[in-house]
């Protein structure tokens, strides 16, 4: 079975992830770990610009702060669609809870960020984020 995150949002909003497990494994299971954990609950989308990405996954809420370690690149043929999830990163190799949403296609970034999902339903909330929007959960359920 295939696996998704499910966004629940602290405005009531649900947002569902296609996870590409075999394109990122290691990726979507660091990603399920940290889920799993509660990392992401509470959270918020630090960075948000229209046309361009969604960022959260920061613990410190600034876009400085991680999970305490890195994970490496997984560059896959995944192009950075609109609904694209993707991990952020301040170098190759540099990952680790740090992720983005695209809001529309950025071909700038293919090649050089792990493609690890896309949102299957609920884009219309990412599009109405104003900044800051919080995550009350990130969970993995099975599709």
Excluded at 14 to 28: G, H, R, S, W, Y
Excluded at 60 to 85: A, M, Q, V, W
Excluded at 114 to 142: L, P
């Amino acid at each position: 079975m295939a696996k998704q995150a499910k966004v629940t949002l602290e405005n009531g909003g649900e947002v569902l992830i296609d996870l590409f497990e075999q394109d990122a494994p290691n990726t979507v299971a660091n990603f399920e770990k940290l889920a799993t954990e509660g990392f992401y609950n509470g959270l918020v989308f630090h960075r948000v610009i229209p046309g361009f990405v969604a960022q959260g996954g920061c613990p410190s809420g600034t876009g400085s702060g991680g999970p305490g370690y890195t994970i490496n690149c997984e560059i896959n043929p995944n192009k950075h669609e609109r609904g694209s999830l993707a991990m952020a990163h301040a170098g190759k190799n540099t990952g680790g809870s740090q992720f983005y949403i695209a809001y529309a296609p950025q071909p700038h970034l293919d090649g050089v960020h792990t493609v690890f999902g896309k949102v299957a339903k609920g884009m219309e909330y990412v599009d109405a984020f104003q900044g800051r929007d919080k995550m009350k959960s990130v969970e993995i359920i099975e599709a």
